[in-house]
């Protein structure tokens, strides 16, 4: 089975996330910020990673950045899911290693279409 972490310190975000993906067969591991998910990802590697930018103790680009110089997970896709639309936010998150960039709020069919993608590879 496919495992998706799914990072943000919006609990309400995080549960909206999960129950979406899980609806279409993907298991989910949550973390409330970037710290949780490094110490999380030290013992189970993912799939996918879906992180939020703006979060405290390790921001999503610092743990974007962590995730693709680490050697255990320097392969797991990276989508990133923040509120910062402007264009050197999306530049930035891809600079730092992100796979995709989507912007809240977005669609259902459109965050599905980005994750199967990233997981086809």
């Not at 298991?27 to 490094?38: M, P, R, T």
């Not at 989508?79 to 669609?107: H, I, N």
Request: hydrophobic share 40%; proline share 4%; charged share 25%.
């Amino acid at each position: 089975m496919v495992t998706v972490m799914v990072v943000d310190d919006s609990h309400a975000q995080r549960e909206m996330l999960s129950e979406l993906l899980q609806n279409h067969g993907i298991k989910i591991i949550e973390a409330n910020d970037g710290l949780e998910a490094q110490e999380m990802l030290k013992e189970t590697v993912p799939d996918l990673v879906i992180t939020d930018l703006i979060m405290p103790e390790i921001n999503g680009y610092e743990l974007c950045r962590w995730i693709k110089n680490n050697l255990a997970t320097k392969d797991v896709p990276v989508l990133v899911c923040s509120t910062k639309s402007e264009d050197f936010d999306r530049y930035w998150g891809m600079k730092q290693g992100a796979d995709a960039y989507l912007t809240k709020p977005f669609s259902a069919p459109e965050l599905v279409k980005t994750v199967k993608h990233l997981l086809a590879g």
